[in-house]
């Protein structure tokens, strides 16, 4: 059964990769993130990869096309997000680090995009969740970027959410501070809110992200009823994000049962 599966993947991610070939670079990247959205939101690696395999051609076509280089970098995260789920630590391993290089060679040739740091930081941050003795050279190096960033473009969402997840997973005597945290997250949730994307091309992720960052925030200084509101809140944005919807919030539910 696992090889017929296997042969109906392989099969579609072909067809996948030859309708590539009939779209725009344009139209691949746009295409792209659908894809993308609909696999975070259901850890779906079929999904994923649909969006990798097409936006591996629109490399081929522009390979100096610096959305596209981003894009391709935030599918091999979410790819490596979904091994890091389900404890694959070769799979992971394989993309994360193929997501890093990439990325990390793209704020170089790109120095002060905001864009690029704030996936950066997601990057070495999912590092540090899957190997906690990389926090002591990533992390200092994630915070002083995202004080860069900051400092470049206040504006940008992601770039506060990244921020506020250093500030909350760093010990408090190195600098962490979960009030702080809550701060952040709250500015890149009201960013996220008030600010309207007007290139479909561009970088829109992280909303959802942000409001679990939020609420995780808000669980970790025992206010229990802001973090319920703030998952919930995130499955009237999106009803399919199965991490809030399978996960957090029947823990969070069971948790103040109990008391």
Not at 71 to 94: M, T, V
Not at 184 to 196: D, G, I
């Amino acid at each position: 059964m696992k090889k017929i599966i296997a042969v109906v993947s392989c099969i579609a991610l072909l067809s996948i990769a030859a309708r590539g070939q009939s779209l725009s670079v344009n139209e691949i990247i746009v295409e792209a993130k659908k894809s993308l959205y609909q696999g975070y939101t259901v850890n779906d690696k079929q999904q994923t990869l649909k969006a990798y395999a097409i936006l591996e051609r629109a490399l081929s076509v522009e390979p100096a096309n610096r959305l596209v280089v981003y894009h391709l970098a935030y599918a091999e995260y979410l790819l490596a997000r979904i091994a890091y789920a389900s404890k694959d630590e070769k799979i992971f391993d394989q993309y994360i680090d193929k997501a890093a290089e990439r990325t990390e060679k793209l704020l170089e040739q790109e120095k002060g995009w905001s864009e690029a740091a704030a996936l950066l930081g997601t990057i070495y941050g999912i590092k540090i969740s899957q190997s906690p003795m990389k926090g002591i050279t990533l992390g200092p190096k994630t915070t002083g970027m995202m004080k860069e960033a900051v400092a470049v473009d206040s504006t940008n969402p992601r770039v506060w959410m990244v921020y506020g997840t250093m500030k909350l997973n760093t010990p408090s005597f190195f600098g962490g501070s979960v009030e702080e945290a809550q701060k952040f997250f709250a500015r890149a949730v009201a960013l996220f809110e008030n600010t309207k994307p007007t290139d479909q091309l561009q970088p829109n992720w992280g909303y959802l992200d942000a409001l679990v960052w939020l609420a995780k925030s808000f669980e970790k200084s025992e206010r229990q009823q802001e973090a319920l509101v703030t998952y919930r809140k995130a499955l009237t944005v999106e009803p399919n994000f199965l991490w809030v919807k399978n996960a957090l919030l029947p823990s969070l539910e069971k948790k103040m049962s109990a008391k």
